[in-house]
């Protein structure tokens, strides 16, 4: 029961964010998959710098924080910077 709520958690993450990053969201079904892969970076980084959170809005807080992350990182990917003027 709870990986559902993981999913659910995570795509509702994945739409917050990619509304955050105007212009560094790729679409729903990409940010979707973004809030659950983002979900797990949260986590990651949050229990790096001893941040906890507990109960469903902390959970979404940090997907979403994680989503946000994911997706400014992937834009430096996606639109490379012209260095050559």
């Keep these: 029961m709870y990986f559902i709520w993981y999913i659910i958690i995570g795509i509702v993450a994945g739409l917050i964010a990619g509304k955050i990053m105007r212009g560094g969201g790729f ?11 983002g979900g797990v970076l949260g986590g990651w980084v949050f229990g790096l710098l001893g941040i906890t959170t507990t109960g469903l809005l902390g959970s979404l807080f940090t997907s979403v924080i994680g989503a946000v992350l ?5 834009s430096f990917f996606r ?6 003027i």
């Design 70 to 74: 994911l997706l400014w990182i992937i």
């Design 79 to 84: 639109h490379p910077r012209r260095t050559d």
């Design 27 to 37: 679409g729903l079904l990409i940010n979707l998959l973004v809030g659950i892969v």
